[in-house]
T-cell receptor
Framework: GAVVSQHPSRVICKSGTSVKIECRSLDFQATTMFWYRQFPKQSLMLMATSNEGSKATYEQGVEKDKFLINHASLTLSTLTVTSAHPEDSSFYIC???????????FGQGTRLTVV | EDKVVQSPLSLVVHEGDTVTLNCSYEVTNFRSLLWYKQEKKAPTFLFML????IEKKSGRLSSILDKKELFSILNITATQTGDSAVYLC??????????FGPGTRLSVLP
């Protein structure tokens, strides 16, 4: 099946720094990528939807200046958590939708810890 | 190595049928098991299960977890064509990232 690679799988950073998370579709072109965040004991929450070459669409309550999403190519989307704070510590996961539209495939996720 | 196995991988039924999807897992420090419905858009959350034997229901969908036997089932009654999708099972462990199963592709024919 299709493969989506997310990197890094874990990252620890200091408060105030920025962290970039990459999501790559390895064997298909992803016209759309979704970024999720999971809070403890809760389900995944959709943060934003990004289409290649255009601005991401953010869900209500998600700060677009805080969580910068770039989908510059059909195989790569990045999520940058800017000026990270401890409350940003969470599990972030992407999924990629191929062309022609098929199901979306999840990356392995990134566990971010801000200290 | 942590793993999640789903069966069947593919299923074709007719509207009105009842289906049972299976998910078994081997994960250290199990925390929760989640079911998602994946269509031609963002996967949508269905259930989160943390305790054995407690059935969760949402309309025609229900799910239950057996932590002793390490599996969960997702039931869909009176299926409709709109239920056609890939159903993903994922397991979350303490201190670990999600482990996803391969999914079950359900096709509901009119």
């Amino acid at each position: 099946g299709a493969v989506v690679s997310q990197h890094p799988s874990r990252v620890i950073c200091k408060s105030g720094t920025s962290v970039k998370i990459e999501c790559r579709s390895l064997d298909f072109q992803a016209t759309t990528m979704f970024w999720y965040r999971q809070f403890p004991k809760q389900s995944l929450m959709l943060m934003a939807t990004s289409n290649e070459g255009s601005k991401a669409t953010y869900e209500q309550g998600v700060e677009k200046d805080k969580f910068l999403i770039n989908h510059a190519s059909l195989t790569l989307s990045t999520l940058t958590v800017t000026s990270a704070h401890p409350e940003d510590s969470s599990f972030y996961i992407c999924s990629a939708l191929g062309h022609p539209n098929t199901e979306a495939f999840f990356g392995q996720g990134t566990r971010l810890t801000v200290v | 190595e942590d793993k999640v196995v789903q069966s069947p991988l593919s299923l074709v039924v007719h509207e009105g049928d009842t289906v049972t999807l299976n998910c078994s897992y081997e994960v250290t420090n199990f925390r929760s098991l989640l079911w998602y419905k994946q269509e031609k858009k963002a996967p949508t959350f269905l259930f989160m299960l943390t305790s054995s034997g407690i059935e969760k229901k949402s309309g025609r969908l229900s799910s239950i977890l057996d932590k002793k036997e390490l599996f969960s089932i997702l039931n869909i009654t009176a299926t409709q064509t709109g239920d056609s999708a890939v159903y993903l099972c994922a397991v979350d462990g303490y201190g670990q990232n999600f482990v996803f199963g391969p999914g079950t592709r359900l096709s509901v024919l009119p």
